[in-house]
């Protein structure tokens, strides 16, 4: 461990410089504040401290997950589906009464104030106003050519009809023809399961339903099922698509969710605050005919766990996306510094990592000596045990309290969201899956505004060589393994591999992830 130590040795001593000037500035200025205090021209400002309690997240066993519904993934779900169920650390236990998220008390139905055309919020998540739809003529509502999804917008005369998971359209002058379409009002199209919403065209022979209620504001329907309950599909498949979907409407939109998860939205609830002012609206039971002046069925999505800011008219991207999810849950704003560089007064500090652990497949072996090492390089551990129950609310703290993320590749990694800008990812990447590591976490979390390193380990630190040995196709050729189809991929790297993590060749990594802390 000779070249490790001689690194370690080198980061020690900067450490060491670091707490020399600190200590070197504050006896400076000490003798500046005894000169103005002698000089009688020194008045003291008040200073405010906090702490935080360490906390030991995770998902009550009891939520459910796509795995658990039975359906088999797909290639894009591969790298959390099944096993990931019990990682998702940070989860909220599921609650089965629901009554919809009410207004603040206040709020109303009318719009609210937004910039001038073309202003961006700085500092925070972008914001680009609402333009208000006007129907168009000779238009189809509805669009499937996207291979991710499938959307309708109606513009004008739109009323939702719930209990029949039906939304009709009035169309002025009424078409000659009407049409219909069947929508999986989710960002997942090519699951079957996905709750489908038909939407109808009215002509001029058709009869429109009477409105029960009328709403001067737009509506969204959407599914949610799926693989929710891991929360890599949570946000890429609900989440982040209602950011690109609803945020537009600055929260003066109404939510109509059909295939309901109470749990879901009780999870969710700051994110789904931030989302819309207006009450939530179970579309199953829904017995009103309500009518917009806007619907949109479905939701919009570029890729998985990402942004194209180039796809859509407002341009936003994954850092938007970051930092509306920490304004959601009121964590600090975008220039504040990573807790270990914002405390620069403080020379015993160490940066602060939290530790993901998993409890079934992909995880760490050798756990003590992996917490031994993290120490000895100069970490302080917060490790998120997947055994103890934690409030989402609480957990999403102890994580903007830290100065990196680290863990083997699965769903628990998606809690890089509610890091701080510059905060690094240490990515650990199972044996034979380097191909789709860097889609799933480093290019979202380069994206988001922190830093990555990836991790990729040997043979000699996977359970696979004990397991199958040298001379089988599963270590001597991965390529060949991925080349016989995702379920084979599945079936050996993700689902039947354990790591044993030899810290002596992750030195180097964790160097460089101190080097991007400090």
């Known amino acids: 461990m000779g070249s490790v130590k001689a690194a370690k040795s080198m980061v020690k001593r900067r450490i060491c410089r670091r707490r020399f000037g600190a200590l070197f500035a504050a006896a400076l200025v000490a003798a500046v504040v005894a000169l103005v205090v002698f000089s009688d021209l020194f008045a003291q400002d008040p200073n405010a401290s906090s702490q935080l309690n360490t906390l030991r997240p995770v998902r009550d066993a009891s939520e ?95 009323r939702t009809i719930g209990h029949s998971s039906t939304v009709m359209y009035v169309p002025q002058p009424r078409a000659s023809k009407g049409e219909e379409w069947s929508v999986p009002a989710q960002s997942r199209k090519s699951l079957p399961w996905i709750k489908k919403v038909t939407v109808k065209s009215l002509n001029a022979s058709q009869l429109e339903p009477s409105c029960t209620s009328r709403h001067s504001i737009p509506a969204i329907v959407f599914a949610l099922g799926g693989f929710t309950g891991n929360i890599w599909h949570d ?55 309500r009518c917009y002046p806007h619907v949109i069925v479905g939701l919009r999505s570029h890729r998985d766990f990402g942004i194209d800011p180039n796809a859509g008219i407002h341009n936003y991207t994954m850092l938007d996306f970051r930092l509306f999810v920490r304004e959601s849950y009121g964590l600090p704003a975008s220039e504040v510094d990573i807790p270990y560089r914002a405390d620069k007064d403080d020379p015993e500090r160490k940066p602060r990592i939290i530790l993901i652990e998993r409890g079934k497949t992909r995880r760490f072996m050798n756990a003590p000596e992996v917490l031994q090492g993290l120490d000895w390089f100069g970490f302080e551990v917060v490790k998120a045990d997947p055994r103890i129950d934690s409030n989402l609310d609480e957990f999403v703290r102890l ?63 996977s359970t696979l060589l004990e397991k199958y040995g040298w001379n089988h196709t599963v270590i001597k050729d991965p390529e060949a393994i991925r080349n016989s189809g995702w379920e084979k991929v599945g079936e050996f790297y993700m689902s039947a591999q354990d790591v044993v993590l030899n810290m002596t060749r992750f030195g180097s990594s964790l160097l460089k992830a101190i080097e991007l802390i400090m």
């Not at 899956?433 to 040997?458: C, K, T, W």
Request: glycine fraction near 10%; charge should be negative; proline fraction near 6%.
């Open 64 to 158: 459910p997950t796509g795995a658990e519904t039975g359906q088999s993934p797909n290639k894009e779900d591969l790298a959390t589906v099944t096993s990931d169920q019990e990682l998702d650390a940070g989860n909220s236990e599921p609650n089965q009464d629901f009554h919809g998220t009410k207004p603040a008390a206040g709020e109303g139905g009318t719009a609210t104030a937004v910039p001038a055309q073309g202003e961006r919020s700085t500092g925070e998540s972008g914001l680009v106003p609402y333009t208000r739809c006007t129907p168009g003529t000779g238009t189809t509502i509805c669009d499937l050519s996207n291979q991710r999804y499938d959307i309708c917008e109606l513009c004008g005369d739109a």
């Open 399 to 461: 994580v903007d309290s830290c100065d990196a993320i680290m863990g083997v590749h699965g769903a628990g990694l998606t809690n890089m969201v509610f890091l701080r800008s510059g905060a690094v990812l240490v990515h650990i990447v199972p044996y034979g899956i380097e191909f789709m590591a860097d889609g799933f976490y480093g290019a979202p979390a380069r994206d988001m505004g922190l830093r990555h390193v990836q991790y990729s380990i040997s043979p000699d630190e």
């Open 235 to 289: 946000v890429s498949d609900v989440l982040l698509p209602l950011f690109l979907t609803v945020h537009q409407f600055d929260r003066d939109v109404q939510l109509l969710v059909t295939n309901n998860q109470p749990w879901f939205i009780k999870k969710y609830s700051a994110i789904f605050h931030r989302l819309t002012k207006h009450e939530i609206i179970d579309f199953d039971a829904d017995k009103q005919v």
